[in-house]
């Protein structure tokens, strides 16, 4: 069974700087694409920023403007988002996912940011 448990989440300023992780157990990670997707309150679930199984292909929404980037270290099982220059309009509780065959089939629990104004 695989498990993804995302961690780094917390309360920032507006300006501030976070690094997310993604930890998998129960599996590897290594030979699938990862992606990060995010929730507002009252709002519906958006694609963040993904990432192949190489590392090499990299995709982000368009919301995040340079701000953040996504990168793994297969080895560790563990895929990263750091997110820096945050605003107000970044909060939201944060989920990583493991894609397989197209679609997005393990969720982790995800993470709370809250960016402060």
């Known amino acids: 069974q695989v498990q993804l448990v995302e961690s780094g989440g917390g309360l920032v300023q507006a300006g501030g700087s976070l690094r997310l992780s993604c930890a998998a157990s129960g599996g590897t990670v290594s030979s699938y694409t990862m992606g990060w997707f995010r929730q507002a309150p009252g709002k519906e679930r958006e694609f963040v920023a993904s990432i192949s199984w190489s590392g090499g292909i990299t995709y982000y929404a368009d919301f995040v403007k340079g701000r953040f980037t996504i990168s793994r270290v297969n080895a560790k099982n563990t895929v990263y988002l750091q997110m820096n220059s945050l605003t107000p309009e970044d909060t939201a509780v944060y989920y990583c996912?493991?894609?397989?065959?197209?679609?997005?089939?393990?969720w982790g629990q995800g993470t709370q940011v809250t960016v402060s104004s």
């Open positions: 996912a493991r894609r397989q065959a197209g679609i997005y089939d393990y």
